[in-house]
């Protein structure tokens, strides 16, 4: 997730909740991965929230303003981290199926063929 | 036994093949057995030799315990829960101690198959991760390898060079894996996860078909040696959800499946191995430029 070299992703907000179950995964993987994953990325703002009485979630806000909620109850810290990762590794846009696989502001170098061309 | 060694006598293949599994593993001396008759007195001598203390199995006592209990232990085939696949390394020599009561037959014949397959689950096992992706590419020369056979080359990471360099009118024909692209300064591109490299690493794709220019053009026979094309690593995501429906009519036969393509997106910042003009092109290509598209020089 880096558009011509700048990182996109801004912020992450890990939330969870201190009694719930389903959060157990969320708190291991704070404790674990979570201090890996900043200084591995040193230019993301990463915040950690309490929520009680929800099921905790990763929340991602990108530069083009789009953000993206993960919901990772009972999950794994693995399963986590997997998550935070992909999450940094993508771009903001919308999550739509490609046009085209080549996008590209110049499709001809040597001039476009047309029927007309003699060579 | 005499009898005992009559009842060999009489049972010809899975005797023969579990005796020449017998010779081959744990006595290299005996390798001297085309004939059956010749191959029966070796054993018959060797089991002479060896002091057999159970009757049924006079091959799996003394003298290859562990090879054969190694091999034979596959927990996956007994039992449908994944922990027996862990406990296989500490419980090889308790589970065959109780397969000696077992036929011999079965045993012998699952040996000989399964000696190969035996190794690659205990990699499997040991790898088992809450993703799928379990192998683990400890040495770099694997990487080099498998980054070769897909035709990319990573360089380091992105430090304070400016590799975005403005549009250049060259063109380049590349492969990745087995999808082709023709590509020029600036564009993007949608291929398949590439395994090995990080955001915002600096790639070399080196497997470039054609190189094209307003002035030149260079077919490759398949590759052009000299050419390389360099990308960034914009993005690794995944596509979006594609669902997968089945069905046949009548036939009460109904299924769902969503998948998710990962797909990694590369910005192409520069194209070697072409000459490229001298004089800055505006945006819009101006006359003089389509006159220099002259007849192609064709090198390679």
Not at chain 1, 59 to 78: G, I, L
Not at chain 1, 107 to 112: F, L
Not at chain 2, 65 to 76: K, N
């Amino acid at each position: 997730m880096a558009l011509r070299g700048v990182w996109q992703l801004k912020k992450l907000v890990v939330s969870f909740s201190d009694w719930g179950g389903s959060s157990r995964g969320i708190r291991a993987f704070m404790e674990s991965h979570l201090p890996a994953f900043k200084e591995a990325n040193p230019q993301l703002e990463v915040d950690t929230e309490m929520i009680r009485g929800q099921h905790p979630h990763l929340k991602a806000f990108y530069k083009n303003h789009n953000d993206r909620v993960v919901c990772v109850k009972n999950m794994d810290p693995e399963e986590i981290l997997l998550h935070a990762t992909r999450l940094r590794n993508a771009l903001g846009r919308k999550v739509i199926k490609l046009r085209t696989r080549h996008v590209t502001k110049h499709p001809s170098v040597q001039g476009t063929w047309t029927t007309a061309l003699k060579y | 036994m005499i009898f005992r060694l009559f009842g060999l006598f009489t049972m010809h293949t899975p005797i023969r093949r579990c005796l020449q599994a017998l010779t081959r593993q744990s006595q290299p001396t005996l390798s001297l057995f085309k004939d059956p008759l010749s191959l029966r007195l070796l054993s018959s001598a060797a089991l002479l030799n060896h002091n057999i203390s159970s009757p049924l199995l006079p091959i799996f006592t003394n003298s290859k315990p562990t090879s054969a209990f190694g091999q034979w232990h596959h927990g996956r085939y007994f039992s449908s829960s994944k922990q027996d696949d862990h406990i296989k390394e500490g419980g090889t020599h308790e589970i065959g101690d109780e397969d000696d009561d077992s036929d011999g037959d079965d045993d012998d014949d699952d040996d000989d198959y399964d000696e190969e397959e035996g190794d690659y689950e205990d990699e499997d096992d040991d790898t088992v991760a809450v993703s799928s992706r379990k192998k683990v590419y400890t040495e770099e020369e694997k990487e080099a390898e498998a980054e070769a056979i897909g035709y990319k080359v990573v360089g380091p990471l992105q430090k304070n060079d400016n590799v975005f360099k403005p549009y250049e009118p060259a063109f380049a024909v590349v492969q990745i894996g087995s999808h082709q692209f023709k590509v020029s300064n600036g564009d993007s591109i949608f291929t398949e996860r590439l395994k090995f490299c990080e955001v915002n690493d600096k790639l070399i794709l080196n497997k470039v078909l054609l190189l094209g220019s307003p002035s030149q053009t260079i077919v490759g026979r398949p590759i052009v040696p000299d050419g390389a094309v360099h990308a960034v690593v914009e993005e690794h995501a995944l596509d979006a959800k594609v669902i997968i429906f089945k069905k046949k009519r009548r036939k009460n036969y109904r299924r769902t499946k969503g998948h998710r393509q990962e797909l990694t997106k590369l910005r192409i910042t520069n194209i070697e191995g072409v000459e490229k003009p001298l004089n800055e092109l505006v945006e819009k290509p101006s006359k003089s430029a389509k006159k220099e598209r002259e007849k192609v020089a064709v090198s390679a």
